[in-house]
């Protein structure tokens, strides 16, 4: 794997990366509510380890994407249950398992994100990595949760760049602690808002007395039109004077040979949401809604060509929730977890944490070019910062 001069950094497999090396959205001077956890990021929910692989080659296909992954709790735990819950704001896209989450309220795999041709590699890569280092999960059935977004404006999407052993390798390389944003594993390639976008997290706290819980996102960006883009209220979309080549050239009658034109704001969007609260299915699904929330805080109305696809979990309870053959009679549960009527604080946290996710993921971005030349400019700290400079 080789990267561009300007990006060196994504030519590898990675999982955390140093605190400090690029600006984040709050560091800009944008105002955010809420309490951050300690890395601002999904890895704040305990146990939970995020591996990326960026594939960034100029031949013999350009290919500008990856694969990140998310392991609930850890590589040692990775067929253990967690409840779930999903919503879909628009439907033009794929999270694979998600008919057995809605069926039973829980999955017992690694989740994994990439671009929209490569579902099928990543898929086979997980069942891959569990059949080695699971043999006794795998044994049975295995419905590995693998959401997309589509890369082709700048990535040469139908290549066949991503293999299985991408996804093992991000699986291999997840760590806890602070993560990568911007131009990093599934995120390569993403272009959000008429910027370069790509992958972007957050997290927020939630406190009761002496108890605690972490609510943390991660997203991967491919949304939203120049026009829409909305931050902390002001127009930095429609104000900003970046070039938008995806939504103003004729990249997109090239590539058909037709005159059909680009539509702004298609792409989509995956967000995922962790939280250590112990949560119901049904909570999870209702902390899955409100991401469409915190996505339009940032402008978003929900392109009829975006995928916009939510999971949310919880690693609470673990040993709940199972759904394996051979227990050898009746098997009775009981699981512990917030009262109904306590659940706004951990709404306010979802929404919070996506759309500082989305700005995150915005800020880390950089320039990129792909095939055909194909550019996508990332969103200037310099305007940021003047937006907020009073």
Not at 99 to 116: D, H, R, V
Not at 162 to 181: K, N, Q, S, Y
Request: proline share 6%.
């Amino acid at each position: 794997m080789t990267a561009p001069l300007s990006d060196p950094s994504t030519s590898r497999p990675s999982g955390t990366a140093p605190l400090g090396t690029s600006p984040r959205a709050r560091d800009l001077g944008i105002p955010f509510d809420g309490e951050p956890g300690p890395w601002n990021a999904i890895t704040d929910v305990a146990g939970l380890e995020v591996g990326y692989v960026t594939l960034v080659e100029d031949g013999p296909a350009v290919t500008r994407t990856g694969v990140t992954a998310i392991l609930p709790r850890g590589k040692a735990a990775a067929g253990s249950p967690c409840a779930a819950g999903l919503s879909v704001l628009n439907g033009n896209g794929e999270l694979t398992g998600s008919t057995w989450i809605e069926e039973s309220g829980q999955f017992q795999t690694p989740i994994a994100l990439t671009n929209s041709h490569a579902v099928g590699a990543v898929h086979r890569g997980i069942d891959q990595w569990m059949a080695r280092h699971h043999p006794a999960a795998a044994a049975q059935w295995m419905l590995p949760v693998v959401g997309e977004t589509w890369d082709g404006y700048l990535n040469s999407i139908n290549a066949d760049t991503v293999l299985p052993e991408h996804a093992a390798a991000a699986l291999d390389a997840a760590r806890t602690g602070p993560i990568a944003e911007g131009n990093v594993g599934g995120g390569t390639g993403m272009n959000c808002y008429g910027f370069k976008g790509g992958t972007g997290t957050a997290s927020r706290v939630v406190r009761s007395g002496d108890d605690s819980w972490t609510v943390g996102v991660l997203l991967q960006a491919n949304f939203g039109s120049r026009n829409e883009l909305r931050v902390a209220g002001r127009r930095l979309g429609p104000d900003s004077r970046v070039p938008d080549p995806m939504s103003t050239t004729d990249w997109f009658e090239r590539d058909t040979a037709s005159p059909a034109h680009a539509v702004a704001g298609a792409g989509s969007v995956i967000v995922v949401v962790a939280t250590d609260a112990p949560m119901l299915p049904d909570q999870c699904r209702a902390l899955a809604r409100r991401v469409s929330l915190g996505l339009a805080r940032t402008g978003t109305t929900g392109s009829h060509f975006s995928g916009d696809i939510f999971l949310a979990f919880s690693t609470a309870n673990e040993g709940g929730l199972g759904s394996r053959m051979g227990a050898g009679g009746v098997v009775v549960e009981q699981l512990s977890h917030v009262a109904w009527g306590s659940m706004d604080p951990f709404y306010e946290a979802v929404v919070e944490a996506t759309e500082e996710a989305v700005l995150n993921a915005l800020v880390a971005a950089r320039d990129m070019v792909g095939r055909e030349g194909h550019r996508s400019h990332a969103l200037p700290h310099e305007e940021v910062r003047a937006a907020f400079a009073s």
